[in-house]
């Protein structure tokens, strides 16, 4: 039972460490057996589905005061791409920065940062939790993601967002992805500045995705394409993500 000092946020992070926590830990042999595969990806299943099953969908995560703010924000992953083209657009104060809204939508978009900056916005002051084991709270503010998504139209097929970044990891960019659920939740948003002031290039400058109720390697940072899909099967490796394609972490990180 889920009792006074259990929070849903220690039980279900406990229930996704059962399966993907095995993962990180447990002897590469077995991980790359079928039947371990599979018990990974339903207990992934589970921790999805207990999550959805105990909060409402649009279900707030915890929000703090600026009395809570961390004095360092620090980054996680790449923190300054070296990609020539990225490297352009920050000697340029991002004047050239498009984010691309396409794939599954009626109006495909194409908008600078300041278009982007004149949307409604949305500020939030949320605790960062990294797979790694620290955390640290900002204040983020930015566009929500379904206002995009609603001016771009989405087709009936489409299922999941994926996030195109910026950022090399291996012989491709990163990338991440959520399902409509989150993507249309008041907290997930596309921020562009952190703590009042522009998102620094180390925290995902000009633009990075904050979806407040799962783990952080999938606030993918440096977005520079939303796209709308049916399927993920055909992006990078077919799981989702860069971490979820590598066999590390789980492709849903609810907590």
């Known amino acids: 039972m889920i009792t006074p000092t ?5 039980l279900v992070g406990s229930l996704g460490l059962a399966g993907g926590g095995l993962l990180l830990t447990g002897c590469d042999r077995v991980a790359a057996t079928p039947a ?4 990974v990806e339903g ?6 589905d207990f999550t959805r099953l105990v909060s409402a969908r649009d279900a707030l995560a915890r929000e703090f005061t600026a009395a809570d703010l961390s ?4 980054g996680n992953g790449v923190t300054n791409p070296t990609a020539t083209d990225y490297q352009a657009m920050v000697a340029n104060g991002f004047a050239d920065y498009r984010l691309r809204v ?15 900056q004149a949307m409604p916005r949305r500020s ?8 790694e084991g620290w955390s640290a709270i900002g204040q983020w503010t930015g566009v929500p993601l379904r206002l995009l998504l609603n001016q771009a139209g989405l087709l009936p097929q489409a299922r999941y967002i994926v996030f195109h970044c910026a950022d090399d990891y291996g012989p491709g960019k990163y990338y991440e992805s959520v399902d409509l659920i989150d993507a249309h939740h008041p907290q997930t948003i596309l921020a562009w ?8 290039v180390t925290n ?7 979806v407040e109720r799962q783990l952080g390697y999938k606030q993918a940072k440096y977005v520079m394409r939303v796209e709308a899909v049916n399927s993920l099967a055909h992006i990078g490796g077919g799981k989702g993500g860069y971490w979820e394609d590598s066999g590390d972490y789980a492709w849903y990180a609810g907590i």
Do not use: K, W, Y
Request: charged share 25%; net charge positive.
């Open 193 to 200: 500045a952190l703590n009042g002031r522009a998102l620094p």
């Open 6 to 10: 259990m929070t849903r946020r220690r």
């Open 43 to 48: 207990s992934e299943r589970l921790t999805m």
């Open 204 to 210: 995902g400058a000009p633009l990075r995705l904050r």
């Open 124 to 131: 939030q002051i949320t605790r960062h939790d990294c797979v």
């Open 102 to 116: 396409d794939g599954l939508v009626r109006r495909p978009l194409s908008m600078s940062l300041p278009q982007l």
């Open 36 to 39: 371990f595969r599979g018990f």
């Open 71 to 74: 004095p360092v924000f620090r």
